[in-house]
T-cell receptor, first 112, second 115 residues
């Protein structure tokens, strides 16, 4: 079956360190993968999109990689801050179906 | 503020009842998406509309239905409600319906509690 897996365990890191979150998928061949941030009780907010022919994408302190061979995307936040504490979701479209699949998210807590 | 509005913000109702959730997309966005988020299921895609037409169906129950009107606002109708339907329901919109290519802008959600 098709599945997206994110580390369901919360990730605690110290302020200033780099946080790395993982998104693994099976039985998909997505052309794009997206990352969203979600704060408690609020709707997700789009962060980055990476295409299958892009190995890496950066936006300010954020970096996303996409390895279609490993079927994995990594999401990095450098110089992390307490304000980065949130749940981060990866999402992709099930090829050609217009159906969006979201991972269950990884809760990140940056400790001051 | 994403520009997507959802009403009501909270809804408390009883099992067996029917409710309607409303969504107004961002100005100019043609696509509307509905999602259900519960604690144990994460964010589940329900349905997508593009310019008034249904484009994709996800894990939407037969008791649920949706539509997108000519002014592009959308409604999600939930009927014969069960306790398990209690969840946050999000609406999102995007400029076009090109799957995966467009970021989705999410509304603040409607929290539905079925007692």
């Amino acid at each position: 079956s098709q599945k997206i897996e994110q580390n369901s365990e919360a990730l605690n890191i110290q302020e200033g360190k780099t946080a790395t979150l993982t998104c693994n998928y099976t039985n998909y061949s997505p052309a794009y993968l997206q990352w969203y941030r979600q704060d408690p009780g609020r709707g997700p907010v789009f962060l980055l999109l990476i295409r299958e022919n892009e190995k890496e994408k950066r936006k300010e302190r954020l970096k996303v990689t996409f390895d279609t061979t490993l079927k994995q995307s990594l999401f990095h936040i450098t110089a992390s801050q307490p304000a980065d504490s949130a749940t981060y979701l990866c999402a992709l479209e099930s090829s050609g179906t217009y159906k969006y699949i979201f991972g269950t998210g990884t809760r990140l807590k940056v400790l001051a | 503020d994403s520009g997507v509005t959802q009403t009501p913000k909270h809804l408390i109702t009883a099992t067996g009842q029917r409710v309607t959730l409303r969504c107004s997309p961002r100005s100019g966005d043609l696509s509307v998406y509905w999602y259900q988020q519960s604690l144990d299921q994460g964010l589940q895609f329900l349905i997508q509309y593009y310019n008034g037409e249904e484009r994709a169906k996800g894990n939407i129950l037969e008791r649920f239905s949706a539509q997108q009107f000519p002014d592009l606002h959308s409604e999600l109708n939930l009927s014969s409600l069960e306790l398990g339907d209690s969840a946050l329901y999000f609406c999102a919109s995007s400029v076009v319906g090109l799957a995966g290519l467009n970021e989705q802008f999410f509304g603040p959600g409607t929290r539905l509690t079925v007692l």
